[in-house]
């Protein structure tokens, strides 16, 4: 088992909603997307998170 990592460009507007109605979280993450709106790192993130953080774990 792992971790992968994908991000997701959200706008400001779908945000607050989004937070609004937790309900809706799901859907918009695993729904349909464009490419263009993710990003999908797979296990790179742990190198991300080393660079932003300089240490692997923590």
């Known amino acids: ?10 706008e400001t507007s779908k945000l607050e909603e989004l937070i609004k109605n937790d309900e809706i979280i ?6 349909d997307t464009e490419e263009l709106d993710s990003l ?6 742990h190198a991300v998170h080393f660079i932003l953080h300089g240490a692997a774990w923590g």
């Open 1 to 10: 088992m792992g971790v992968v990592g994908v991000l997701k460009h959200v």
């Open 26 to 31: 799901n859907d918009y993450i695993y729904g």
């Open 40 to 45: 999908y790192l797979d296990k790179s993130w």
